[in-house]
């Protein structure tokens, strides 16, 4: 789809839709886990055999939407936003993305320090990629708790910025990302 003009999507490109309304349920559905994890110890257990697959899961499709991204031309800017509010949309966006990316990462790597295997699928189960060092262990699951709080930030302020552009202004700024059909999509 392109604007009326002719010269550039109006919207992300399908696949990038697709990916980010997929992808959306499963982090917040993380970072429900992870909290719940740290009130509830009766519930741990079968908790932390949901977050290690599901963490694993968030970072390769992280992968797989960072190389969509790469490849994809992104829509402009609404008009309704500003040089700075497009700076800030913009790094928010890469902090997203970085947090995406090293937060399973780091988690993988805590628990490879403790020699903690992550299940995937029946006997499937990945490699270690951090030495056994309860020490490494112990840097490791501080920087995990420190990204969780970072990412959960990011991404409320992320939710708050479109519902604001959605409730207040009413840009139509969510269009961009919609997998529904829209307005500015009917013909």
């Given at each position: 789809m392109t604007d009326e003009t002719?010269?550039?999507?109006?919207?992300?490109?399908?696949?990038s839709r697709i990916l980010h309304w997929l992808m959306a349920p499963?982090?917040?559905v993380q970072l429900f886990i992870g909290a719940t994890m740290i009130a509830s110890l009766s519930y741990y257990p079968l908790l932390l055999a949901i977050h290690r697959p599901l963490g694993i899961l968030i970072l390769i499709f992280a992968v797989i939407r960072l190389g969509n991204r790469l490849t994809h031309k992104l829509p402009p800017f609404l008009a309704t936003m500003g040089r700075t509010e497009?700076?800030?949309?913009?790094?928010s966006e890469y902090l997203l993305y970085a947090l995406l990316l090293v937060q399973p990462v780091v988690g993988w790597a805590m628990l490879s320090a403790a020699r903690f295997p992550i299940a995937m699928v029946g006997p499937f189960r990945l490699p270690g990629i951090a030495p056994h060092n309860f020490d490494v262990y112990g840097i490791l699951r501080e920087c995990h708790s420190v990204f969780a709080y970072m990412l959960f930030l990011a991404f409320t302020a992320h939710v708050c910025a479109v519902l604001f552009h959605t409730l207040v202004l009413r840009d139509r700024l969510i269009d961009r990302m919609a997998v529904w059909r829209t307005k500015s999509s009917r013909s």
């Open positions: 002719g010269t550039a999507p109006t919207r992300f490109a399908l696949p499963m982090v917040i497009r700076r800030i949309a913009s790094w």
